[in-house]
Each structure stands twice: as structure tokens, then as C-alpha cells.
């Protein structure tokens, strides 16, 4: 092992590409813990700086054949780190924004999700109040709103008076304004009314 640790770099680079397991056990001893410095002070997480070394050695063993002629062979590792090191900070900003997109679509789905079962149970809330209302009053009322007919038409239809139909209308709209609240009525009226 001494005859190895008298060679230089570039010297122990030929042998690492020749397959020669000592070279590659003398450089891996000659740089792990300095590679392990550099890659730390950029990530400031030992446990990552360490398998960043390691997966690094790994890759260099198994791509020994590959490795370019260089005369800086610390300088070629150095640059391997700092690689791995803008590999890592490109993979952790995609995730943070994936994490970040993630947190947004939950945060809308939430909202979408809250605001269609509050519309679903304000549905329920006014067509049950529409249900509790008198029954000739129900159907005047579900003839204007629903089905839009004027006035004059549910007269006909019903065989009563435009005077009724304006006076069961009205009182409907008064009883449902007191049963659901503002908030609600002003709503009903919207759906109602305004959107139809």
C-alpha cells in the first residue's frame, strides 16, 4: 500500500482506469474527508455531504473507464462535488415547488369543497322551507320561480285571481325572508332571480 500512497494523482488515475482496486482504495482515502469538507460547507447537512462522497466514489469506480485525461484530478473531483452539490439544490427547489403547489391545490380544493357543502346545505335549507310552506301558497310560488311563469299564467293555470298569485307570492317571500335569514334570503334571491 506505501507504493501507492508515493504515487501522484494523475498517476493513480491511469491505474484507477486500468481497474486497479488499490489506486481507486488510495485515492478514495486521499480525498474522502476533504470532498466531505467541500460538500458540506455548501449543503450544511453532514449525513447528505456524506452520501454525496459516497455516491460519488461509487459513480467514479464504476465509470473508471470513462474518466477523462486530466492533469487536475483533484480538480476533476472537486467539480464532481460541486456538480452534485447544484444537482441536489435543483432537485430540492422542484420539490419545494411541487410541495408548494401541492399545499396551494389542497388549500383551494379545501376552500371549493367547504363552499359546495355550504351551497349544498343552503339548498336543502331553502327548498325545505319552500316544502313547509302552505300548499296552494308552495305551488303559486314554485310556478313563479321555477317554472317562470308570469302572473297572468298561473291565474289561468290555477283558476284564481292575479291579485291571489301577487298576494300568495308576497307572503311567500316574507315567510322564507324570516325562516332563512338575510344572508340566506339574499342568496335565494340571487339563485332565484338573478341567475336564472
Known amino acids: 500500500m506505501n507504493l501507492y500512497k508515493n504515487l501522484n494523482d494523475q498517476e493513480l488515475a491511469v491505474l484507477l482506469k486500468k481497474g486497479n482496486e488499490a489506486a481507486f482504495h488510495e485515492i ?15 449543503l450544511v447537512d453532514f449525513e447528505e455531504a456524506k452520501d454525496l462522497v459516497q455516491e ?14 486530466t492533469v487536475n484530478f483533484s480538480g476533476y473531483l472537486y467539480n464532481s462535488v460541486r456538480n452534485r452539490v447544484f ?7 422542484v420539490a419545494a415547488g411541487y410541495i408548494t403547489s401541492f ?16 351551497e349544498n346545505e343552503l339548498a ?22 321555477k317554472e317562470h311563469l308570469s302572473h297572468k299564467e ?15 307570492i308576497k307572503k311567500a317571500l316574507k315567510t ?21
Not at 460519488?56 to 485525461?69: C, M, S, V, Y
Not at 399545499?103 to 355550504?118: G, K, L, P, W
Open 28 to 42: 478514495y482515502e486521499r480525498y474522502k474527508g476533504i470532498l466531505h469538507m467541500h460538500a458540506y460547507k455548501k
Open 56 to 69: 460519488l466514489f461509487g459513480a467514479l469506480w464504476d465509470k473508471r473507464d470513462d474518466l477523462p485525461e
Open 87 to 93: 444537482n441536489i439544490y435543483a432537485h430540492k427547489k
Open 103 to 118: 399545499q396551494e391545490f389542497n388549500r383551494e380544493a379545501s376552500y371549493i369543497t367547504d363552499e359546495r357543502v355550504r
Open 124 to 145: 336543502k335549507q331553502i327548498e325545505a322551507e319552500i316544502t313547509a310552506l302552505p300548499e296552494r301558497m308552495r305551488e303559486v310560488f314554485l310556478l313563479s320561480r
Open 154 to 168: 298561473i291565474a289561468e293555470r290555477l283558476d284564481i285571481s292575479e291579485f291571489t298569485v301577487k298576494n300568495h
Open 176 to 196: 322564507l325572508r324570516f325562516r332563512l335569514g338575510l344572508f340566506a334570503y339574499l342568496l335565494f334571491l340571487i339563485k332565484y332571480y338573478f341567475l336564472k
